[in-house]
T-cell receptor
């Protein structure tokens, strides 16, 4: 099976702009989670989607949003970019079967976002 | 709230030797999973090994094994016969497993492992 894919791999934006990142999970996986990785804050959970519904959300401002489509692909959007949003954004998928269960996550290669 | 602590920011090991990375965690739950992920310079996060809290037997995956001490809330990773390709950042992670839990992972701050030829 193909692994988790993320596009684009690199992105450069300026403050105030918005950005959309995309994640395609492993075939058959219905859960997609997003994480932000920075040198200062480490790896932090953004949100998780399962069957097009957000089922958990981390402690991030409302500028960070996401969605999941019927084919399980997910996008995350960051509006009004700030310098501090520069980070590696990682997507992970898992074979979670029900909305009340969990499973191991497998990560994509990440999108490196630089905000100037 | 659950927390994961990795107290060794950096470690170094000679090729073919054995190294142990430490991880402690804090939780009031009894049902959870623990993971070790490896992140090489490519930044791709790779699952190394996982341990279910209810399983007393320590998990092993080839040269990688864990020492899981539930009462002490300790979860160390042992890498045997270290290879140059083992050089990476290693993250310890926790995930709850009770009914209604989600896939949210809580990560430690990582241990950067260098392998000396």
């Amino acid at each position: 099976k193909a692994g988790v894919t993320q596009t684009p791999r690199y992105l450069i934006k300026t403050r105030g702009q918005q950005v959309t990142l995309s994640c395609s999970p492993i075939s058959g996986h219905r859960s997609v989670s997003w994480y932000q990785q920075t040198p200062g804050q480490g790896l932090q959970f953004l949100f998780e989607y399962f069957s097009e519904t957000q089922r958990n959300k981390g402690n991030f401002p409302g500028r960070f949003s996401g969605r999941q489509f019927s084919n399980s692909r997910s996008e995350m959007n960051v509006s009004t970019l700030e310098l501090g949003d520069s980070a590696l954004y990682l997507c992970a998928s898992s074979a979670t079967q029900t909305e009340a269960s969990t499973d191991t996550q497998y990560f994509g290669p990440g999108t490196r976002l630089t905000v100037l | 709230a659950q927390t994961v602590t990795q107290s060794q920011p950096e470690m170094s090991v000679q090729e073919a030797e054995t190294v142990t990375l430490s991880c402690t965690y804090d939780t009031s739950e009894s049902d959870y999973y623990l993971f070790w992920y490896k992140q090489p310079p490519s930044r791709q996060m790779i699952l190394v090994i996982r341990q279910e809290a209810y399983k007393q037997q320590n998990a092993t995956e080839n040269r990688f094994s864990v020492n899981f001490q539930k009462a002490a809330k300790s979860f160390s990773l042992k890498i045997s016969d270290s290879q140059l390709g083992d050089a990476a950042m290693y993250f310890c992670a926790y995930r709850a497993n009770y009914g209604g839990a989600t896939n949210k992972l809580i990560f430690g701050t990582g241990t950067l492992l260098a392998v000396q030829p």
